[in-house]
Nanobody, 123 residues
């Protein structure tokens, strides 16, 4: 059974930082892409960043370029999302997900999803 478990969310002031972790287990070997998405209540799920663990190709949404960094530790089956210079508009539930379709931020390409972790940016 495939699992993705997110952690690292919390509350932070504007300008602060958080690091999210996504630990994967039981994924088919060809699901090499791990993506981070975020979603506010009543809104569509937005792709934030992804990494293809087979070739290290990454992709970022324009709204987070230069502030967020995705990285991986294959030995630990973990993908990280370092979030710096956080803004109130980054407040959302953040999800990680797995895909076999390349480094795309299209949510429909992702077959396995975690339960999410809340990120709140507020003064």
């Amino acid at each position: 059974q495939s699992h993705l478990v997110e952690s690292g969310g919390g509350s932070v002031q504007p300008g602060g930082s958080l690091r999210l972790s996504c630990v994967t287990s039981g994924l088919p070997s060809y699901y090499t892409v791990i993506g981070w998405f975020r979603q506010a209540p009543g809104m569509a799920r937005e792709g934030v960043s992804c990494v293809d663990r087979s070739d290290d190709v990454t992709s970022y949404a324009d709204s987070v370029k230069g502030r967020f960094t995705i990285s991986r530790d294959n030995a630990k089956n973990t993908v990280y999302l370092q979030m710096d210079s956080l803004k109130p508009e980054d407040t959302d539930v953040y999800y990680c997900a797995a895909s076999r379709h390349g480094a795309s931020l299209r949510a429909t390409l992702y077959a396995y999803w975690g339960q999410g972790t809340q990120v709140t940016v507020s003064s």
